[in-house]
T-cell receptor, first 118, second 110 residues
Framework: GAVVSQHPSRVICKSGTSVKIECRSL??????MFWYRQFPKQSLMLMAT?????????EQGVEKDKFLINHASLTLSTLTVTSAHPEDSSFYIC??????????????FGQGTRLTVV | EDQVTQSPEALRLQEGESSSLNCSYT??????LFWYRQDPGKGPEFLFT???AGEEKEKERLKATLTKKESFLHITAPKPEDSATYLC???????????FGGGTRVLVKP
């Protein structure tokens, strides 16, 4: 299957600082990428849909000024958690679909990023 | 609004003891139903896509089936390495985003 690379896998930051998480599709192009948040023993909660070259679409209740998303190319989307607080500590996962014709409908996921805010 | 409910929440099996996981869904115009496997601390790994009622797909000890209201993931003669959380998701007619169920945590004991 297609590969989505997410970096870093773990990050610890101080309260009030910002953290950037990268999501790359390694062997396909993705006009759309998705960012999820997952709490322990819970399922994935969609935060936002990242669109290449345009603004992201945020789900209800997700603060767009706190979770900044940039999708500057067909293979890279970034999520920046601004002014992080302990309650932002979570597991963040990105996914992407191959947007080329014949690319299939399945979404492929990154390895996830464990964010701990101290 | 699309909804997905998975049952049971957790399943403990002895090695070789076959079982089935259920995924019930309501969706406006099903475009696809997806099964994923997730290991602790990792992102979900794609298993299957099902598009229409009656469709079945198999991969090693796993077999996924689909009806108009639910999907089943059958695990035949499981091994300890099949221990994971299995996630079901649907994409509806609104398109381009997945709605996930809560997952089923499977533990296979040797």
């Amino acid at each position: 299957g297609a590969v989505v690379s997410q970096h870093p896998s773990r990050v610890i930051c101080k309260s009030g600082t910002s953290v950037k998480i990268e999501c790359r599709s390694l062997d396909f192009q993705a006009t759309t990428m998705f960012w999820y948040r997952q709490f322990p023993k819970q399922s994935l909660m969609l935060m936002a849909t990242s669109n290449e070259g345009s603004k992201a679409t945020y789900e209800q209740g997700v603060e767009k000024d706190k979770f900044l998303i940039n999708h500057a190319s067909l293979t890279l989307s970034t999520l920046t958690v601004t002014s992080a607080h302990p309650e932002d500590s979570s597991f963040y996962i990105c996914s992407a679909r191959d947007s080329q014709p014949g690319g299939g409908t399945e979404a492929f996921f990154g390895q996830g990023t464990r964010l701990t805010v101290v | 609004e699309d909804q997905v409910t998975q049952s049971p929440e957790a399943l403990r099996l002895q090695e070789g003891e076959s079982s089935s996981l259920n995924c019930s869904y309501t969706v406006s115009g099903l475009r696809g139903l997806f099964w994923y496997r997730q290991d602790p601390g990792k992102g979900p790994e794609f298993l299957f896509t099902l598009y229409s009622a009656g469709e079945e797909k198999e991969k090693e000890r796993l077999k996924a089936t689909l009806t108009k209201k639910e999907s089943f993931l059958h695990i035949t003669a499981p091994k300890p390495e099949d221990s994971a959380t299995y996630l079901c998701a649907v994409e509806g007619a609104a398109g381009n985003k997945l709605t996930f169920g809560g997952g089923t945590r499977v533990l296979v004991k040797p």
